[in-house]
């Protein structure tokens, strides 16, 4: 289901069913909401009408974790039957494109609840895995499928929205989707919501192309140097910085600190408001930004104001 701020206009929707419906937003809070229609949408000449979706909140919510105010989101009832190209290292969507030359097809599946499912086969088990295009990204699949495996590590997360998660790390040696497979995959099973979460390191390598047409769904990705399905090794978490907005602007704090990472490393704590991370001030200073500063691992210090007290801290050069 596609989602519309509750601060749009009326004027570009109108109401649906009078009988509400339950939703679990970003920060993972169910709550009950109106469904409406979106009247038009138009997207780089692809055009939607009555697009089915629900109003609420996600400036406050989702909206403090990305760079820009969010107006909505694009869910399936927008995405049926489109192809896209994602890219996420060039941070590029084509829509209703032809896959990259030399792509891998592997099967979809719509289930009754209208989301995508992978098709996999894990220790000899069919698991259908939910498909996740946007915010988190990559795929979950429910918690009964977890192995009891030797060289399981827990973890702590910080949530987008300064809580902790614990969950369990584990390397699979093999997962099977369609004709190709994944080898040592690191699959996270969240303690909270139980699901495995084989994240947006999926979807991070290379470019992925998606066909969701209601018929036959597929995927087309490009396999790593040895034939295997890709997963990016190094890819990094989310920082957990937020930003608050006011008539005044906008100001970038931390909203989690994890314990032994770098950043309590580093001194952070969390309500610290970033001034000025490595070179980075001013409009210059954005989430991703300094997401890639901290990924790059090279040594760099920030500026925090903490209780009315300019702090300086250091983080040190990391090998990769």
């Given at each position: ?18 009988s ?29 009408e ?8 996600i ?36 829509w ?10 592997v ?16 220790f ?72 495995a ?24 990705l ?22 608050r ?5 906008q ?50 210090d ?19």
């Amino acid at each position: 289901m596609s989602v519309l701020d509750s601060r749009i206009s009326n004027q570009f929707y109108r109401l649906g069913s009078n009988s509400p419906v339950k939703v679990v937003d970003a920060s993972e809070l169910s709550q009950n909401t109106t469904p409406i229609l979106i009247k038009r949408m138009v997207i780089d000449g692809l055009v939607r009408e009555n697009v089915k979706a629900t109003i609420h909140d996600i400036r406050t919510t989702l909206g403090a974790f990305q760079d820009k105010p969010v107006d909505g989101i694009l869910g399936m009832s927008f995405l049926e039957d489109t192809q896209i190209l994602l890219d996420l290292k060039m941070r590029n969507i084509a829509w209703q494109t032809e896959p990259c030359l030399g792509m891998k097809e592997v099967p979809l599946k719509f289930g009754k609840d209208g989301i995508p499912y992978a098709i996999l086969n894990l220790f000899g088990r069919e698991v259908m895995a939910a498909v996740d295009t946007g915010f988190l990204g990559g795929m979950s699949f429910p918690q009964k499928y977890k192995p009891n495996l030797k060289g399981q590590k827990t973890i702590s997360s910080g949530t987008y929205f300064g809580g902790s998660n614990q969950g369990t790390e584990i390397i699979i040696d093999q997962i099977m989707w369609g004709n190709y497979q994944w080898q040592n995959a690191p699959v996270t099973f969240e303690q909270n919501d139980g699901d495995a979460l084989i994240g947006s390191s999926v979807w991070s390598c290379n470019p992925v192309w998606f066909d969701f047409s209601k018929g036959n769904p597929r995927m087309k990705l490009t396999l790593d140097e040895e034939g295997y399905l890709p997963f990016d090794k190094a890819a990094h978490r989310r920082l957990p910085l937020a930003w608050r907005r006011d008539e005044a602007g906008q100001k970038l704090y931390i909203a989690h600190v994890k314990a032994g990472g770098r950043m309590e490393k580093a001194g952070c704590q969390v309500g610290d408001q970033l001034i000025k991370v490595g070179e980075l001030s001013g409009e210059n200073l954005k989430r991703r930004a300094v997401q890639d500063l901290v990924a790059s691992g090279i040594a760099h210090d920030w500026l925090v104001l903490r209780k009315d007290n300019v702090v300086r801290l250091t983080f040190v050069a990391t090998d990769h």
